[in-house]
């Protein structure tokens, strides 16, 4: 089967290559698919790279990648089965996380999948899972967003802010937005009720405090959130980027965990998990119109690292997602259960 692989940490243009590679083989409580799709996020570019260092240390590998294939998010039809798996069947149409998402075929745990949304096809259901599990978990667990409460999502357009917009909407919140001018009608299309253009207008001075803020992007000071933050509001940051090889933007997540028992206000951060019931929740409200992904662009496989750059370069709107072969293509799944 083909797949991109790579064998040592770097970026995409350096280390990345389309090559023909064995097919996986499945343990007990995983299945083996044939992937017609594939998502990109951010995850995937700090795999590749390595970076921060401290990843590598919690399992990717110290020296190299620890695996050679990179991806995770997935949609495509289960081939096999492990011998303990009850949950799917061979033809069943799935949606979840996979490991080495980038290739012909891949092996899942039964425990991370769902049956694909009927209302969607693969392209979209492969960008729902790490971002949409990411932005649920964040919206009901961590900002606990009721009806009525005013929410402010910083970061709006990215893959896991788009999410975020919807589901807030969909729990009854009052949403305001935070993106670049280019991308206001995307967040405004999203459902949101107030959009601010960050290029034009400074949220955290606008004197409007909001029960719940969610920033999924961008690095704002913890002391300008804190502003804009109820006196007892929560504050979730999902996300935020920096070039450090060291902490990676992480250190305002620790900051923020440090302060949270001191203040009224309660300030935290999570990492997502890509699980089958919290797939089976955004399925619910993907099927009943209020979750729908957006795609931006959609690349081969041959076009990974085209991807990765684009998605690098922050002008995403949305998600961007791999497309994968037709499926009489590629190697046979024969032999998968080794």
């Not at 919807?166 to 107030?194: E, Y």
């Not at 996300?239 to 949270?260: F, H, I, P, V």
Request: glycine share 14%; with cysteine.
């Amino acid at each position: 089967m083909k797949a991109i692989v790579q064998d040592a940490y770097g970026e995409a243009q350096d280390v990345l290559r389309l090559e023909e590679i064995d097919l996986p083989s499945i343990g007990p409580q995983e299945v083996l698919l044939r992937v017609h799709a594939a998502g990109l996020d951010r995850g995937v570019w700090h795999s590749m790279a390595g970076l921060p260092y401290p990843i590598r240390l919690a399992g990717y590998g110290l020296r190299a990648p620890k695996n050679a294939v990179l991806g995770t998010d997935v949609a495509g039809r289960v081939e096999a089965l492990g011998s303990d798996v009850t949950t799917l069947q061979v033809g069943d149409d799935v949606y979840g996380g996979g490991r080495g998402t980038f290739a012909d075929y891949t092996r899942a745990a039964a425990d991370k999948l769902a049956r694909k949304p009927k209302n969607l096809g693969f392209e979209q259901a492969a960008a729902l899972p790490v971002s949409g599990c990411t932005a649920l978990q964040a919206v009901r667990d961590r900002g606990r967003v009721l009806p009525g409460q005013h929410v402010l999502i910083i970061g709006a357009s990215g893959g896991v802010g788009s999410y975020v917009v919807q589901i807030a909407k969909a729990f009854g919140a009052v949403v305001t937005g935070v993106c670049s001018t280019a991308k206001m009608d995307l967040v405004r299309s999203l459902g949101a009720d107030n959009v601010i253009d960050y290029s034009a207008e400074d949220f955290a001075q606008a004197g409007e405090r909001y029960d719940v803020i969610l920033d999924t992007g961008g690095n704002t000071s913890l002391r300008r959130l804190r502003s804009a933050l109820a006196s007892r509001g929560t504050l979730v940051i999902i996300g935020g980027e920096t070039s450090g090889k060291w902490l990676g933007g992480s250190d305002r997540q620790l900051r923020a965990m440090s302060l949270s028992p001191f203040v009224a206000q309660k300030l935290g951060t999570f990492i997502g998990l890509v699980n089958a019931a919290d797939l089976e929740a955004l399925t619910g409200l993907v099927e009943s119109g209020q979750v729908t992904p957006t795609i931006d662009r959609a690349y081969p496989l041959s076009d990974v690292a085209d991807a990765i750059r684009y998605l690098q370069a922050g002008q995403v709107r949305g998600k961007v997602v791999i497309t994968l072969a037709d499926e009489t293509q590629g190697g046979g799944p024969s032999d998968a259960l080794g």
